[in-house]
């Protein structure tokens, strides 16, 4: 669970709520029809924008990495595999049959590795997944910041339509200020929407997703060399490279 | 037929009507002076900025990729190649004569293998095909986005003559709210212009230009291999690399 | 004559006076000292931009290249290098001597060659001139490009400057709505200055420099061909790469 | 101490207070709620934008370049390798066990030549941390560039919650102007908060990464050379190509 | 003396100063506070921003290079170094010594060539302070880019404060009209700062910095053609590569 996506959507909602309740009632900012537009529009431009496969994967990968903390820590990455290599040198590759491994990329190479797959056709498979994945994802990124660009446009476009029936029915002028109240609810509900929601889980996608690569490499790297019985000495050496400080005797979060 | 296209703009058009007919009657946002600066003076900055030929070609090729679902999927041509590929085993190139190709690009390539043309030849001329037809699809995005670019800013300039107008006549007040809704319209037109149809259109254009590139390359290798009579199991590999998720063994969408 | 950019600033033009006109008077828009402020402004940051001599070269280029409709179609110069290289083979390259070329950078290289310079000679002169014109013409694109930064921004200068000195004279009620009408039309010229007229011209301008490119490397090889006295037919072969669709024999518009 | 830093924000602080102050109270500038909402949306966002770990390392390290002058100097650092080449020849690497070195980073290399660590250890050891702490600094970069691009988002959002309560109470027209007057010091407070802290501390660490690689690169030669018990002399032509001026003899600050 | 800065600042100042004129008073638009926030804040967030000496060193680079029209005319270098390389086939190096050359970076080459330094010595160290020059020329620009970025955000914080100033102290009708005119005075003047002053000071400055880069190369090619006595004939040939127009018999500005 990653935590930080999780308290900064809650404590930013938290205190746009508490921040209305100072100053008056909540129900003055729900509004049906604001919300409609807004929400309905942007998802219909989404619509537009993206192909209808893209939209509904986006939404399940974008939900999936932002708000889990993916067992993709370089680090562990590497525990699991000095210590299968020391399995393989023990007991030979199907010494791997009863291991469990977290990691579902890894666990997949393994997997293939027990089954006695030849290591050309291991490393295809298992870099191709992490490509479909890279894909999927950064396709995630970009389906969230689309929606963060459309968000305030519609925001604008159900302003505008408030305004023009306000301004077209002016005979009553107590009308105005609720009238105009209204209209900039979209603007509030675009403005939150873009800024409290689908960019900053765009962003976070992004960095996520650079983190991973290296991570991923790391992956593809151990299962290869697991395969090849690599003694885990010479293992060590070569997969520390991947990690963040140098090997593990060193100190770091 | 891109579905989602469609319904994204029907949905946001619909979602702008409702909301519109919530609030008020519709006729107070049609107002046809306001719908010419918008969309004439768009069309009109589009023209300065654009070769005509190309204008004329980019709204063919936007709304040609936008709303059909193109027979460009990489699996359907992978599937093709190898049965074209196991008929010319059987009969040689001459058996493809009376087989139906879907999509055009390799029609067309295996009509000139028929026709008995030299491999040489075939490739560097459907190479050329998809060379053109993506430049034109790139025209296309960068037509459509520069209408996108352009229509907010003829609605602001159509909302300020509205406002001058009705600044320098201020001598009846109940005339003012009116006119600054008609002011507004225009804003409200280049928005909705911009944001539901223009840009979402360019955006779904590069997603789709992005993903054709693949299949493509599938398209002129295929083609190119079936010329060479090649044994449709060693196709299977080397067409394996094109597909997303590797041999159609596999499951995905 | 490129009737795009012409019809395009016209037609423009035209709707924004027919929807002034519609809905009030035309003289409410001519304001000379707004006039002044926006277009002497807009001009005067621009000479603090660009180098003096480059803004008088750009401003030629600009026109030339927007409004002409240059020869630089590949296929005309392709037909008349492959008619250029029929006479040299028969009557030598002094058979050139009498011959007309539209376009003036292969006629430059043609006489070169009639007057019997080396290759290399030739070579380097056209390509510098083609280099020096490229230059020239990407000076043009940014000298309007940044004409169109500047003219909003002066705009709105003008536009403050009104609004301040309104709002320090507020004892008269009924000049209010007169001088905001005013102060609005710096903002008004700004944006059709820079929407209108030269954010599109830059924006044609990239795109015929983009398109230029290859026919200018067509004219440097047909001239090198030329005067290698090379063989018409084999002259095909090399020139056609260039061609947008292939050889001649292909329709294409 | 970097002083640039420390001066720029107290004196636009003092600017704008001061400002303030001549116009008025400083207390219509102080609320609560209105604090609440922009300093915390913002947080809350950048919550979501980046991970939690990464957030309070970056403000750490954002604190520490942007205001402390390290002991970067490609000079003192040339100086110093001097010194301790001249050391080195004299009384071999143990002779710099006594010796106190500023620099964090040659310290640490220093430490590891005393140590007898081999040449390749020291190296990639000195160049992982050189590594992490540029990453560190990067992530520090954008995390305030992050912050500056929310502040102003959310500055707008309280403002938008400030005017919906005072348009959809109108009914005291004593109360518009304060309560106008309140929605807009979050709108003030997002773009203090962004254009005097955020953005201009985002920019500074930029520069000071960029102006650190150097320094870096020239202490990781450094200590190899000192390992190597490099003779000064032709240190200090090793060393020079590092130096902005070339080599000591010159005048430069 | 680079006229089109200083008649473009003159200029634009003047339009402005007069446009204000026709409308009313100019004492109006002067407001001490309004000048010290605007001004004195852009000053702070540049401290914040850059290191401090940077400041100091950009500004006098921008104001050098962005008035004045230094000696880098291509062409000039070019007969410089051919008149030179005439001399010293006449009479050796030494007949250098009492030639004067207004180019200070040639100068200085030519005064090394004739101390009778190693050509390796005097093209390392011209070419060390080309790289420096470009270093600081680069500083100087994106400092004044930095100042225009800043100019609008202060303006805009200083008309905040104004407005929110005026919104809480709303009992004397009579004064809102001339208090809002004071608050949008600092929008004014952040406006013209950025957009007649540092903007385009830093598009000149990145101009000049682009056309310098060719003079530099040849400067030093000429200096070490000097330096080895190369024949005047043989160094038209190469030196004339750097020329726009290729050799000096052609016409061009």
Chains 1, 2, 3, 4, 5 share one sequence.
Not at 58 to 84: C, H, M, Q, W
Not at 122 to 142: F, N
Not at 174 to 179: D, L, M, Q, S, V
Request: hydrophobic share 50%.
């Amino acid at each position: 669970m990653d935590l930080a996506t999780l308290i900064g959507i809650v404590l930013g909602m938290d205190l746009i709520v508490a921040s209305i309740m100072i100053g008056g009632d909540l129900g003055a900012f729900i509004n049906i029809p604001s919300i409609v537009v807004v929400f309905g529009g942007t998802t219909a431009a989404t619509l537009v924008k993206f192909p209808l496969s893209d939209c509904i994967a986006a939404l399940k990968i974008g939900g999936k990495i932002a708000f889990k903390n993916t067992a993709d820590d370089p680090r562990s990455v590497y525990d699991i595999a000095i210590e299968l290599a020391g399995i393989v040198r023990q007991k030979g590759l199907l010494g791997l049959e009863s291991v469990q491994v977290e990691n579902e990329l890894m666990a997949r190479g393994i997997r293939m590795c027990v089954d006695g797959m030849a290591a050309e056709v291991i490393k295809e498979s298992i870099s191709k997944e992490v490509d479909m994945t890279l894909k999927a994802e950064m396709q995630g990124e970009s389906f969230w910041r689309g929606m963060g660009d459309m968000a305030p446009a519609f925001g604008m476009i159900g302003t505008l339509i408030g305004l023009v029936q306000m301004l077209a029915n002016l005979s009553d002028p107590a009308a105005i200020g609720p009238a105009m109240a209204v209209a900039m609810l979209t603007t509030f509900y675009g403005a939150v929407l873009a800024n409290l929601i689908c960019i900053p889980l765009a962003d976070k996608l992004e960095i996520k997703i650079d983190n991973t690569k290296n991570t991923r490499a790391l992956i593809v790297e151990s299962v290869m060399q697991i395969h090849a019985s690599q003694n885990p000495m010479v293992l060590q050496e070569l997969l520390g490279v991947y990690l963040p400080g140098g090997k593990p005797a060193e100190e770091e979060e």
